[in-house]
């Protein structure tokens, strides 16, 4: 399984056109994001991708996500977000850790004490932290930040398309 890692900025009249706008950005805004909390399974390989990824699927595909992103619409003010991650080089079994705030330093130690956290409470050897970063200030419009690890998608292909009695 290879679990990609991109990010993405953006900005629009609304913070959730900002919004919109990173989640092109990143590859990601044709699909519907199912967020999931952070494991990486087993042989998984995280792949760094600069620039938007290319999800397999169709329009309106369920694509399954770990995602950090933030959302600014002061004047002058920065928006960063992050993810971070960790992996078993035996196993690839890991964790991924999402965080966000107005500054990257205050990002980058969240991640870090996360990920040593994640560690610890398993008492598991998991190795090195790894990070991907994004950040925006805001000028005139909202802007976003986001970064987005894809997993996977799927069509809606056997599912009831009408709710139920």
Do not use: K
Request: aromatic letters at 6%; proline letters at 4%.
């Amino acid at each position: 399984m290879r679990i990609d890692v991109t990010a993405g900025v953006g900005s629009g009249p609304t913070a959730l056109a900002a919004f919109d706008s990173a989640l092109l950005d990143a590859g990601v805004a044709n699909f519907n994001l199912i967020l999931l909390s952070s494991t990486i399974p087993p042989g998984a390989e995280v792949v760094l991708r600069d620039g938007p990824v290319q999800p397999t699927g169709e329009w309106g595909d369920r694509l399954y996500v770990v995602m950090a992103q933030e959302r600014v619409t002061t004047r002058n003010t920065e928006g960063w977000a992050g993810l971070g991650w960790v992996q078993e080089e035996r196993t690839g079994r890991g964790q991924f850790v999402e965080h966000h705030g107005s500054n990257r330093a205050e990002v980058e130690r969240d991640i870090a004490d996360s990920l040593t956290s994640a560690c610890s409470s398993r008492g598991l050897a998991f190795g090195q932290h790894h990070m991907r970063l994004a950040g925006v200030t805001c000028r005139e419009s909202a802007v976003c930040a986001l970064v987005v690890a894809t997993f996977g998608s799927q069509g809606w292909n056997g599912l009831a398309t009408e709710p139920g009695p």
